[in-house]
Structures are given as C-alpha cells and as structure tokens.
C-alpha cells in the first residue's frame, strides 16, 4: 500500500497546509492501492514562491551547470526505472512490457535529448548591430495527464530546468505513484531547492490555482479540450504564456497498394498501445472504398490477436485508467452501435474471462462516416473507427473534416505520394509509415492546442525573446 502524504517544496519534503488525502483504485483489481495528499491554494503559494526565489540564482546559471544537473538527473532516473514502470502498472494499468519499455524509455529519451539540446543550442545570436537575447521565461506551472506519466512530465520539466527556469509540477490523480518517484529522482540527483517543486491534487483546485497565479509566468498543459479551455481563461487575466497539447482525432490513411492489409493491421495494432488512450492515436483509419471488404478481414483479424489481461503478465492490453474511462469508453461503444457502424470486434462489456477490472475490448467499428459521433469525438480507448475514400482528394478531405489537428499518418508503399499526401494533413505532426523521432516537435493545429513539444522546439516555449539594439555597432 503506497502513501504519499508529503510534497516535494523547497529542496525538502513538506506536508500539505491541509491534511486531505483521497484513496487511489488500481484499474486492473479495482481495489485501493494506496493513498495521496491532496494540496489547496496555500500549497501552490508556497512552492511559486519558492519556484520564484530560485529563480533568481537558476536562471543565472551557466550552460555547463544545469548539464550537470541532467546528467546527474540521467543517473539517478536510470537506478529507479523499474519502480517507475512499477508504478506506472499499478496506476493506470499499462502492461509492465509497456511500462518497463517505452513508458519508462520515453523519459530516458526525453533527458537524453535535452541534453544534447542543450550543449548546442543558441541563446543569443547576433544580427546587424543587435544581439538576441533568450532569456529563460520564469516560473512555470506544469500540468501533466495520466495516460503517459513519465513522457508528460519530462517533455516539460527537462527543457524547463535546461533553459534556466523553474517549474511547479502538478501531475494527474491518475498517475501520481510515478510522479512521486520521479520528485524522489530529483530530490536523490541535488536539484538545487526551488528549482523543481511538485504538488499532488485536484486539477480543479491545484491547477487552477497555478493559473491565475500572478508569479506564474507560464502554464504549460496536456489534457482535455475542456480543461484546457478552463486554464487559459483562468490564465488570461494574468496575460501569463499558456502552451497546450489537447486531444485528437488523427486520420491513419491507407494508400491503395499490395500492401493495404499488412498497412491496415499494423494500424489495429497501434491503435490498441496503451489501450487506447494516447491522444495522437489514429484512431480515424481511412481505406480505398472498393478495398473495404479486404480491409475488415485484415483489421479483425489483427483485433483478435490482441491480448488483454492482468497488465504484470505478457498481454499486449491492460485495463483503462479508471472507472468513470470505462464508462465513457462502453457509451461511445452503444453510440456507434446505435450509429449504424458495423462492428467487426468487440464490442460491449469485458473480454471473456474477465469479470474485474477496467478492461475494454478492443473494439473495431467498419462503415463508418465521418459525422458519426465515434468518427468525431475522442474516444480514448481501444475503439478504432474504418472509413471509407474514394480517391486521395476525398482521403485528405476527411483527414481534415475533424476539430482537431495533432496527429496523422500515411501508410504506402510509395514514398512520393506518402509525402504529398503528408504535406497536405492539417495537423502538427504527420508520419510516413509510423515513424519516431525524438527531435520532432510535438503539437497541435486546431482544438488540439498550441506550441510545440519534443527536441529544440521543446526549449522555445520556455524562452523569452530580449533584442538589445546597438550592443555591437557598425
């Protein structure tokens, strides 16, 4: 049974100004699996203001001290991996191959990559008789979600602390055991006090009490449309930056070639990591209108090979995040059904054999249009809809027939019209053929948010910009 009653404030572990805790529920038993704290108003003053001193000293520092920081961050991050991916299965119940895989390697990566970044990366550049200046923003806010704990933060806390700032992390309810670990790692690497401050609690509460914060300098946030929406408002009294990455409904589009079924089962098959719930999930599958027939055999076929069970056993699915993600997931379930979408694996209820726990089916809805609700709204779960195109304009046009813009892909034998099929998606980051890259930023157009993530661009968001005329004249 895991307790964590105490922030992390000021270099030193602290309890809240109110002693409130809330019961956590492990997804894959639906029996309590520990307890947290859960912070208020008062809390986040404190650890602004001490986000805010260190700020003064941090953001002075040279290139060479805050690598030496990460790197001692590097080391520490590398002795707790497996209770991260531990706990990253108890909370939300990512299989432990996923865990102790990408979900723990995506925060290597992260550090790696900000560390790289940083040792060459231009603060200041010179341009006619005036330099450019970019000066570390200040005390940032970070709000993180659950469904990818370890990338959530360290996409935003790493290339905060390389810039010179200093964050007050709030990481989800759902994803708090890996949170905590991740301030133990700090707190072991000698992060200098203030620099990196966190607090458990309600976004409710915590993190609307981060955004309308007058020292908060900057939010920065991964979630829902909706809390998004709520933050920026909150924000915007305070003309405070506001960066988001919200959710998607990214278009997967299956080129007519020889290669369309094994395209259309690799795209069951990444639609089904993390049981679904990863915003930049295509889960929009468009296919050749006179392959349709080919490509349900394919998608239901790869559907079944998909396990689903106890996430620390060798299953390729766990459960969902939660009880109330359940729910959600069975309704868009009956509403496609109620739609007229042909379900071709799946379905509602639990997989057999599973009778607790939060587990989905991984469900496969074909015949779909693009104006049902399941072809419209985030699902966030294992449901993967299969629309039909007639010709590469019409593809692209339903593509971009979405409120939202962060992912896509083009899966083809063919490179060049891959490629142009690619340029012509509205949203912030395309792949060819399923492709990853650390250095590639990561947002979105549209609803799905603002700014970019990921490698150098990564570092901009938490940058201002100084010109100082005249400090080399001609």
Same mark, same amino acid.
Request: proline share 4%; with cysteine.
């Given at each position: 049974?895991?307790?964590?009653?105490?922030?992390?404030?000021?270099?030193?572990?602290?309890?809240?100004?109110?002693?409130?805790?809330?019961?956590?529920?492990?997804?894959?038993? &639906?029996?309590?699996?520990?307890?947290?704290? =859960?912070?208020?108003?008062?809390?986040?003053? =404190?650890?602004?203001?001490?986000?805010?001193?260190?700020?003064?000293?941090?953001? $002075?520092?040279?290139? &060479?001290?805050?690598?030496?920081?990460?790197?001692?961050?590097?080391?520490?991050?590398?002795?707790?991996?497996?209770?991260? *991916?531990?706990?990253?299965?108890?909370?939300?119940?990512?299989?432990?191959?996923?865990?102790?895989?990408? $979900?723990?390697?995506?925060?290597?990566?992260?550090?790696?990559?900000?560390?790289?970044?940083?040792?060459?990366?231009?603060?200041?550049?010179?341009?006619?008789?005036?330099?450019?200046?970019?000066?570390?923003?200040?005390?940032?806010? =970070?709000?993180?979600?659950?469904?990818?704990?370890?990338?959530?933060?360290?996409?935003?806390?790493?290339?905060?602390?390389?810039?010179?700032?200093?964050?007050?992390?709030?990481?989800?309810?759902?994803?708090?055991?890996?949170?905590?670990?991740?301030?133990?790692?700090?707190?072991? *690497?000698?992060? !200098?006090?203030?620099?990196?401050?966190?607090?458990? @609690?309600?976004?409710?509460?915590?993190?609307?009490?981060?955004?309308?914060?007058?020292?908060?300098?900057?939010?920065?946030?991964?979630?829902?449309? !909706?809390? +998004?929406?709520?933050?920026?408002?909150?924000?915007?009294?305070?003309?405070?930056?506001?960066? $988001?990455?919200?959710?998607?409904?990214?278009?997967?589009?299956?080129?007519?070639?020889?290669?369309?079924?094994?395209?259309?089962?690799?795209?069951?098959?990444?639609?089904?990591?993390?049981? +679904?719930?990863?915003?930049?999930?295509?889960?929009?599958?468009?296919?050749?209108?006179?392959?349709?027939?080919?490509?349900? #055999?394919?998608?239901?076929?790869?559907?079944?090979?998909?396990?689903? +069970?106890?996430?620390?056993?060798?299953?390729?699915?766990?459960?969902?995040?939660?009880?109330?993600?359940?729910?959600?997931?069975?309704?868009?379930?009956?509403?496609?059904?109620?739609?007229?979408?042909?379900?071709?694996?799946?379905?509602?209820?639990?997989?057999?054999?599973?009778?607790? @726990?939060?587990?989905?089916?991984?469900?496969?809805?074909?015949?779909?249009?693009?104006?049902?609700?399941?072809?419209?709204?985030?699902?966030?779960?294992?449901?993967?809809?299969?629309? #039909?195109?007639?010709?590469?304009?019409?593809?692209?046009?339903?593509?971009?027939?979405?409120?939202?813009?962060?992912?896509?892909?083009?899966?083809?034998?063919?490179?060049? $019209?891959?490629?142009?099929?690619?340029?012509?998606?509205?949203?912030?980051?395309?792949?060819?053929?399923?492709?990853?890259?650390?250095?590639? !930023?990561?947002?979105?157009?549209?609803?799905?948010?603002?700014?970019?993530?990921?490698?150098?661009?990564?570092?901009?968001?938490?940058?201002?910009?100084?010109?100082?005329?005249?400090?080399?004249?001609?």
């Amino acid at each position: 049974m895991r307790e964590y009653h105490k922030f992390y404030i000021d270099g030193k572990w602290v309890a809240p100004l109110e002693q409130k805790t809330v019961n956590t529920i492990n997804p894959a038993t &639906e029996e309590i699996s520990g307890s947290i704290a =859960l912070g208020g108003a008062g809390d986040v003053d =404190l650890a602004v203001k001490a986000a805010r001193k260190a700020f003064a000293t941090w953001s $002075q520092t040279s290139r &060479e001290e805050r690598l030496e920081v990460l790197q001692r961050i590097m080391v520490e991050y590398e002795k707790r991996a497996g209770d991260i *991916a531990a706990a990253i299965t108890e909370e939300m119940g990512a299989p432990k191959g996923l865990a102790n895989g990408f $979900q723990v390697g995506l925060g290597t990566g992260h550090l790696a990559t900000a560390i790289e970044v940083l040792k060459n990366f231009k603060f200041e550049e010179t341009r006619g008789a005036s330099t450019i200046v970019k000066e570390p923003i200040g005390v940032c806010g =970070l709000i993180t979600p659950w469904n990818w704990p370890v990338n959530q933060v360290t996409v935003k806390v790493f290339p905060a602390l390389a810039t010179g700032c200093t964050v007050v992390l709030k990481a989800s309810q759902e994803s708090h055991f890996s949170a905590q670990i991740l301030a133990e790692v700090f707190d072991a *690497a000698g992060v !200098p006090a203030g620099v990196f401050n966190m607090i458990q @609690g309600k976004g409710s509460v915590v993190g609307a009490a981060m955004s309308c914060h007058p020292d908060v300098d900057m939010i920065s946030f991964t979630g829902s449309e !909706p809390a +998004g929406v709520a933050i920026a408002q909150a924000a915007a009294p305070t003309v405070k930056r506001v960066c $988001q990455e919200l959710g998607g409904k990214s278009a997967n589009i299956i080129l007519d070639d020889a290669n369309l079924a094994e395209n259309v089962a690799g795209g069951v098959t990444g639609m089904m990591v993390n049981t +679904g719930q990863t915003c930049s999930a295509t889960s929009r599958m468009l296919v050749p209108k006179a392959r349709m027939a080919e490509a349900i #055999a394919a998608a239901k076929e790869a559907a079944a090979q998909v396990t689903v +069970g106890d996430p620390n056993s060798d299953v390729a699915m766990g459960p969902v995040v939660s009880k109330n993600q359940f729910i959600s997931v069975q309704g868009y379930i009956q509403k496609g059904i109620d739609e007229g979408a042909t379900l071709i694996a799946g379905g509602l209820g639990r997989p057999e054999g599973l009778d607790k @726990g939060f587990y989905v089916k991984p469900t496969v809805f074909a015949n779909v249009t693009n104006d049902m609700v399941i072809a419209r709204e985030e699902i966030f779960g294992p449901v993967l809809v299969i629309i #039909a195109y007639d010709d590469i304009d019409h593809a692209i046009e339903i593509a971009n027939d979405t409120d939202f813009g962060l992912a896509g892909n083009v899966a083809g034998a063919d490179l060049e $019209q891959a490629r142009a099929v690619a340029r012509r998606i509205r949203a912030g980051s395309v792949g060819i053929n399923s492709g990853f890259d650390f250095n590639s !930023p990561f947002g979105g157009y549209k609803k799905s948010g603002n700014g970019r993530e990921w490698g150098d661009y990564g570092f901009h968001e938490y940058l201002e910009i100084k010109a100082i005329l005249g400090y080399t004249p001609e």
